[in-house]
């Protein structure tokens, strides 16, 4: 199943406590918060500029409300690249993950969130993220997206991992 919208209701003024920012920090050009799913749900933030993608954090009790309100655990907010196409985000300290690096599963899913905001073509686009710069651990996710009048018809999602511990479990 390719990624769909679910809810694109939710309060400005609730999403931008929740981060620590402003309304008129959240969204750019065509894009508002909503949430996407394909598999897992995200809600997708779109906020303004690299400084507030960079100024921004879960703030309780707002991030647990908002959390409630849109019926998901995580965040992925975004942003025009200055060096790729989008910067991105993601929280999910209800989740058990204050910050990921590389999102391979949000990423796909921000196919729908750009066809959504009429940010992609129809056809075959590629786009490059970047993910994980504020907390020191860089990613790099390659996205391509083939999308028809009718939606989504293919996502892929390339990048690489690189294995910062390991571990063995030895039976007694």
């Known amino acids: 199943m390719l990624p769909f919208p679910v809810k694109a209701d939710l309060p400005v003024d609730l999403i931008a406590a929740s981060l620590g920012l ?8 065509n894009h508002a918060a909503a949430t996407h799913q394909g598999g897992p749900r995200f809600l997708y933030v779109p906020v303004q500029t690299l400084e507030s993608l960079g100024r921004a954090k879960p703030h309780e ?13 995580s965040a992925y907010l975004y942003t025009p690249g200055s060096d790729c196409d989008y910067r ?3 929280f999910s300290p209800t989740a058990g993950i204050p910050e990921d690096p590389a999102t391979g599963s949000a990423s796909a899913i921000l196919a729908s969130q750009l ?23 860089a990613s790099s996710i390659g996205l391509t997206i083939s999308a028809t009048a009718q939606g989504l018809t293919a ?15 030895r039976t007694p």
């Open 22 to 29: 402003t309304p008129a920090q959240i969204g750019f050009a």
């Open 61 to 73: 009790p707002h991030w647990s409300a908002l959390m409630a309100a849109a019926d998901v655990d």
């Open 88 to 90: 991105a985000r993601m």
């Open 115 to 137: 066809l959504t905001s009429g940010a992609i073509p129809y056809g075959t686009t590629r786009l490059s993220l970047h993910q994980g710069i504020e907390m020191g651990r």
């Open 155 to 169: 996502v892929r999602v390339k990048g690489r991992a690189v294995v910062i511990s390991s571990g063995k479990i």
